[in-house]
């Protein structure tokens, strides 16, 4: 087993490719991250059919008033399962859930309560501004620059006591200019090795490029998921990284 950074974000596919995929992709990756897989399948059997291949990012990027956030976590992302006398509820939860930044500090803090519960750790990933945003963009829907939204949310991920922010690599070096931020976990999509297309992405980098500013986890879906040979794509994008010089 190869320490990897790649989280492989199974988008789009029908169950038995993303298990094949995931079958192919086993050991050679951090995990993978399920989407609308999770609503395919429901999310508790979705996370644990894909515990079988790695770890789980569960990607709900839940945006919803205090308490209903508290229940969706609660019912689909913890709690206990028993069957007979066996407690299996690790099977069943994701290492990694997101959640939307702009729900405001007190759902985040109802979420982190939440989750601290769980007798099975979870990290709670706040997700700052979509990778997919411009500058425009950002300020239109946000109402602010992209960095002042970014930093806002990681303070406000750590105030509330949850565990990764997900932003764009793009940030990450003026992320670095801040102490106050530095046990979070950074998890980065917008992700392109050399000469593949960043299709809606707007804020991208390359896999090195992202690990070299400081990212702990990559979220990768199309550039491997799309590739003939998504294997020959995992081993490219785990040399780019251990390539670079830090
Ligand atoms: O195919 P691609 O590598 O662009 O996929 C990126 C994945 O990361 C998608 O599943 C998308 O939902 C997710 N994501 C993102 N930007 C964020 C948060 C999550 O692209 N800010």
């Not at 992709?25 to 291949?53: H, Q, S, T």
């Not at 290492?95 to 405001?104: E, K, L």
């Not at 979509?130 to 620059?145: A, R």
């Amino acid at each position: 087993m190869v320490e990897s950074k790649i989280i492989v974000a199974l988008d789009r596919m029908a169950e038995s490719d993303a298990f094949e995929l995931a079958e192919k992709l086993k050991g050679e990756v951090w995990g993978f991250k399920a989407n609308d897989l999770l609503d395919k399948m429901g999310p508790r059997e979705c996370i644990y059919a894909l515990r079988k291949y790695g770890k789980v990012m569960a990607d709900p990027k839940l945006y919803d008033i205090p308490n209903t956030m508290k229940n969706r976590i609660e019912v689909y992302f913890g709690g206990v399962e028993e069957k007979g006398k066996i407690t299996i509820e690790e099977m069943y939860q994701a290492d990694i859930v997101t959640v939307m930044a702009c729900v405001g500090i007190d759902a985040l803090i109802g979420v982190a309560e939440t989750k601290s519960g769980f007798k099975v750790p979870t990290d709670i990933a706040v997700v700052t501004v979509l990778t997919s945003f411009d500058e425009e963009e950002c300020n239109i829907n946000l109402g602010g620059p992209v960095k002042a939204k970014v930093l806002q949310y990681a303070r406000n991920t750590v105030l509330a006591g949850c565990d990764a922010i997900v932003c764009s690599a793009q940030e990450l070096l003026f992320l670095k200019e801040h102490p106050e931020l530095d046990g979070l976990i950074r998890i980065t999509p917008g992700i392109r090795p050399k000469g593949t297309s960043a299709d809606d992405q707007k804020r991208i980098d390359t896999p090195g490029g992202a690990v070299k500013n400081g990212a702990d986890l990559l979220v990768i879906g199309r550039a491997i998921t799309e590739n003939d040979d998504p294997l020959a794509a995992v081993y490219g994008i785990n040399a780019n990284i251990n390539s670079i010089d830090m």
